[in-house]
Nanobody, 125 residues
């Protein structure tokens, strides 16, 4: 049984930082591309960042480039998202997902097979 569990969300002031973590079990972690999605109230879920199984290729949505950093530790079956210079518009539920496809220029929810329950990130102004 595959389990994907996020942690690290919370309330932070604008300009602050948070580090999200995601652990995945029940799958061969380094066979999967891993990604972070987010969904704000009243908005569609969007892809934030993705990393290839090997860790050498990453994708970021334009709105987070230069502020967020995705990384993975395949030995620990763990994915990370370092978020700096947070803005109120980053407020959302953040979801971790595992999939077999890595795309260099976009993220598609349909490419991801396993999802976590999400961790809330709230950035106050």
């Amino acid at each position: 049984q595959v389990q994907v569990v996020e942690s690290g969300g919370g309330l932070v002031q604008a300009g602050g930082s948070l580090r999200l973590s995601c652990t995945a079990s029940g799958l061969t972690f380094d066979d999967y591309a891993m990604g972070w999605f987010r969904q704000a109230p009243g908005k569609e879920r969007e892809g934030v960042s993705c990393i290839k199984w090997s860790g050498d290729l990453t994708y970021y949505v334009d709105s987070v480039k230069g502020r967020f950093t995705i990384s993975r530790d395949n030995a620990k079956n763990t994915l990370y998202l370092e978020m700096n210079s947070l803005k109120p518009e980053d407020t959302a539920m953040y979801y971790c997902a595992a999939g077999h496809y890595y795309r260099a220029h976009t993220m598609r929810q349909a490419d991801f097979d396993y999802w976590g329950q999400g961790t809330q990130v709230t950035v106050s102004s």
